[in-house]
């Protein structure tokens, strides 16, 4: 017998409706199905996701360190990750338990925080982070830009006066990175992706970086700044503060049922038409 743990979306209505339908599914096939959350969620055997890429992004967060699986139902908008329609849940299931899929497997970003002393005698290192998309120093208020120095590797690369930075994986790349007008990056690629929101100076170009490169955003003197990992905020830091970023050993597992291009998926997301 297995548990599957679902994530359902609390304002979606119709998540309620399919997870019933699901429970009743996977009950039929011997399984057990829950709601999971932070206190049973290592005790399932694959996350089920229901509403958008966010939904699939928190059930993510809660599995990904024991290599879980995660199905994505897409009762969102754009779901570029959620796969499965709403009624194809049952399908989906059956085919799952009886082996009949493929494992994605993505990139991910890890982050640590590395904070300065009230007295800037002493740094105290945070607990470490992992992001399926981006992980993002951003000003916490309005009206205010926030100075950030970058490092690649431990060299000096470049000040920011910006609204924020994000460092993302190529998964990442169609998230918030998109909208800050950052490169779209295939994400078979491996790589990470630096792009400013709303720089205050000349250079507002976004950067491709091996996997292998370390970046460091040191906040400079002025107002503080929030870091957000995958859109949710996890920490406040000050001027001195550094959050180090870099490719994650861990592995995101995304259960797959069908075929996916890519290029077709962004092409249908976006409504574009070949000439």
Known sequence: MSIVGFVIHPQRHEASTVFARAQRTLE????????????????????????????????????IRR???????????????????PAEVDVALRRFFAKDYTIEERMTVEGSIRTLSED????????????????VV????????IRVDVT???????????????????????????????????????ALIVTPITPHMLFDRALVLAPTSVVGLSLGEGPSASVMVDGQTV????????????SSDVTAHLVRLKDRDFHHILKSKFGLQAT
Request: glycine fraction near 12%; hydrophobic fraction near 35%.
């Open 120 to 135: 800037n005698e002493h740094y105290s290192e945070g607990p470490t982070f992992i992001a399926l998309n981006e992980i």
């Open 235 to 246: 920490a406040t830091i000050t001027s001195g503060s550094t959050v180090t970023c870099r």
């Open 67 to 85: 290599g879980v699986p995660v199905m994505g139902v897409n009762l969102g908008h754009l779901g570029y990750l959620a796969e499965v329609e």
């Open 152 to 190: 690649i590797d431990g060299g000096k690369f470049l000040r920011y006066d910006a609204d924020g930075l994000i460092v993302s994986s190529p998964t990442g790349s169609t998230a918030y990175s998109l909208s800050a007008r950052g490169p779209i990056v295939d994400p078979d690629l491996r």
């Open 28 to 63: 039929s096939l011997g399984h057990d199905a829950v709601e999971m959350t932070q206190q049973n969620a290592d005790s399932v055997d694959l996350a089920v996701s229901l509403g958008g890429d966010g939904t699939l992004l928190r059930a993510l967060e809660m599995v």
């Open 138 to 145: 951003e000003r916490s208020m309005s009206g205010h830009v």
